[in-house]
């Protein structure tokens, strides 16, 4: 049989750098070709073959609910109706504002803006605005977009300037980011004693997805906390990945940390491009058209957009709806590290809400230089294997994994059975 995706892939590559229109999808991490979704429904898409797949990417992490939830398809279509894009406020943007706030006590006003990078950006330039400084603290392994001034590596000492990660980024963009080692208390300690008083704010996932699934110890995030008061610097959680995904108040939530600016993205559009950035009042009033701090976007606040992530929002704000998804995930996780362990696989693996992600190796990792001393082989063994059994991981060996709603109890035993052959054969 001909490969629709390999055809597809051929054409997508004459047309697209790399055939791709952001850079994981390309396969690259893992060899072979991508596979070109049809389709999606509950937890499985359907690739140009119509082959299915189980899906634990749930497009990085947005689908909490699965694909074509009915509630939110009725809310999109309804919108769609009245009309794709307006350029001019609609009170749909002031209940969306009105909900997250709800769910995010540290948030007392919002500005929906249109993707992740674009979020960070903008509350990155609001904590410079605020504060009058210009040094930003991030760590290794935090992905915050692909804004200039956040695609850098750490400097060749400790507490050191970091250096450009990507072409097309000069030295001087990044000559005020600082990045440290992840869960570094020593090194945290140091950045802000010799450069605390110019340090405008600290970024940090506190559950690190991009790093595949790593999480900040209490330790840490406590003291990230405590450094930030007492220096006078923002500190900054970017819960793109995390917000309404690891609990109903994102990790903030699960760690009992108060940050004084919250990213939020993925879920919160429901699968929509949408996101948004917030703080206490005092804050968010920098920005205009109310201060100095300027930010703006044509499709902020778009009605499609804000109909697909109301309607989500308000699925997930139902009770019981975290305990259950967070027990699916902790029975894919448990079952995978007892089928890892029966056949002699070194395996660990953890999980908060409907994230999770695992490494194959004995320990969790906390940080991402022991991250990256993962076999990459036998990760894409694995991966291969997974894939050819119909169940769809992240092509790579750096990316959390998700489980939505509506993964069956037999979507995750198939997962299970799947993996454990793949470790019987090694």
Same mark, same amino acid.
């Given at each position: 049989?001909?490969?629709?995706?390999?055809?597809?892939?051929?054409?997508? =590559?004459?047309?697209?750098?790399?055939?791709?229109?952001?850079?994981?999808?390309?396969?690259?991490?893992?060899?072979?070709?991508?596979?070109? #979704?049809?389709?999606?429904?509950?937890?499985?898409?359907?690739?140009? /073959?119509?082959?299915?797949?189980?899906?634990?990417?749930?497009?990085?992490? !947005?689908?909490?609910?699965?694909?074509?939830?009915?509630?939110?398809?009725?809310?999109?279509?309804?919108?769609?109706?009245?009309?794709?894009?307006?350029?001019?406020?609609?009170?749909?943007?002031?209940?969306?504002?009105?909900?997250?706030?709800?769910? %995010?006590?540290?948030?007392?006003?919002?500005?929906?803006?249109?993707?992740?990078?674009?979020? +960070?950006?903008?509350?990155?330039?609001?904590?410079?605005?605020?504060?009058? =400084?210009?040094?930003?603290?991030?760590?290794?392994?935090?992905?915050?977009?692909?804004?200039?001034?956040?695609?850098?590596?750490?400097?060749?000492?400790?507490?050191?300037?970091?250096?450009?990660?990507?072409?097309? %980024?000069?030295?001087?963009?990044?000559?005020?980011?600082?990045?440290?080692?992840? /869960?570094?208390?020593?090194?945290?300690?140091?950045?802000? $004693?010799?450069?605390?008083? @110019?340090? +405008?704010?600290?970024?940090?996932?506190?559950?690190?997805?991009?790093?595949?699934?790593?999480?900040?110890?209490?330790?840490? $995030?406590?003291?990230?906390?405590?450094?930030?008061?007492?220096?006078?610097?923002?500190? #900054?959680? @970017?819960?793109?990945?995390?917000?309404?995904?690891?609990?109903?108040?994102?990790?903030?939530?699960?760690?009992?940390?108060?940050?004084?600016?919250?990213?939020?993205?993925?879920?919160?559009?429901?699968?929509?491009?949408? +996101?948004?950035?917030?703080? !206490?009042?005092?804050?968010?009033?920098?920005?205009?058209?109310?201060?100095?701090?300027?930010?703006?976007?044509?499709?902020?606040?778009?009605? %499609?957009?804000?109909?697909?992530?109301?309607?989500?929002?308000?699925?997930?704000?139902? !009770?019981?709806?975290?305990?259950?998804? $967070?027990?699916?995930?902790?029975?894919?996780?448990?079952?995978?590290?007892?089928?890892?362990?029966?056949?002699?696989?070194?395996?660990?693996?953890?999980?908060?809400?409907?994230?999770?992600?695992?490494?194959?190796? /004995?320990?969790?990792?906390?940080?991402?230089?022991? %991250?990256?001393?993962?076999?990459? $082989?036998?990760?894409?063994?694995?991966?291969?294997?997974?894939?050819?059994?119909?169940?769809?991981?992240?092509? +790579?060996?750096?990316?959390?994994?998700?489980?939505?709603?509506?993964?069956?109890?037999?979507? #995750?035993?198939?997962?299970?059975?799947?993996?454990?052959?793949?470790?019987?054969?090694?």
């Amino acid at each position: 049989m001909t490969d629709q995706n390999d055809i597809l892939f051929e054409r997508a =590559r004459a047309v697209i750098p790399g055939g791709v229109n952001s850079p994981v999808r390309a396969f690259k991490a893992v060899g072979g070709t991508p596979r070109f #979704i049809q389709r999606a429904q509950g937890a499985y898409f359907w690739d140009a /073959n119509d082959k299915r797949y189980i899906d634990y990417i749930g497009s990085w992490g !947005p689908m909490i609910l699965g694909h074509g939830h009915p509630a939110v398809v009725e809310a999109v279509q309804k919108a769609v109706l009245e009309g794709f894009s307006y350029g001019a406020p609609t009170e749909r943007e002031i209940e969306l504002a009105e909900a997250i706030l709800a769910l %995010v006590p540290s948030m007392e006003m919002v500005r929906l803006v249109s993707s992740g990078t674009e979020a +960070a950006m903008s509350a990155l330039r609001l904590a410079r605005g605020a504060t009058g =400084r210009k040094t930003i603290v991030k760590f290794e392994g935090c992905y915050h977009g692909h804004a200039d001034a956040l695609l850098v590596k750490a400097g060749s000492g400790l507490a050191t300037f970091g250096n450009p990660t990507s072409a097309g %980024v000069p030295p001087e963009v990044v000559q005020h980011t600082l990045v440290l080692e992840y /869960n570094n208390l020593q090194q945290l300690e140091e950045a802000f $004693a010799l450069h605390g008083k @110019d340090i +405008a704010c600290l970024m940090i996932e506190a559950i690190a997805g991009n790093m595949n699934f790593v999480r900040a110890t209490p330790e840490f $995030a406590k003291r990230c906390r405590e450094l930030c008061t007492q220096h006078g610097a923002l500190l #900054i959680f @970017d819960e793109v990945m995390t917000g309404f995904r690891v609990g109903l108040h994102g990790a903030q939530g699960v760690l009992g940390i108060t940050p004084d600016l919250t990213v939020l993205g993925k879920v919160i559009g429901g699968g929509m491009p949408l +996101a948004a950035f917030g703080g !206490p009042r005092a804050i968010m009033e920098q920005l205009a058209p109310l201060g100095p701090v300027y930010q703006a976007g044509t499709l902020s606040g778009n009605p %499609v957009a804000t109909a697909c992530g109301l309607a989500t929002l308000k699925e997930i704000s139902k !009770p019981g709806f975290y305990e259950a998804l $967070a027990q699916k995930t902790r029975t894919l996780v448990d079952g995978l590290k007892a089928a890892a362990a029966a056949e002699g696989q070194p395996f660990n693996a953890d999980s908060e809400g409907g994230m999770f992600g695992f490494f194959l190796m /004995n320990e969790l990792p906390q940080n991402y230089a022991t %991250v990256m001393t993962t076999d990459n $082989a036998q990760f894409n063994a694995l991966f291969h294997g997974l894939l050819d059994r119909g169940v769809y991981i992240a092509p +790579a060996l750096y990316e959390a994994g998700f489980v939505s709603a509506a993964h069956s109890e037999d979507d #995750i035993a198939a997962t299970i059975a799947a993996a454990r052959d793949i470790f019987s054969k090694r």
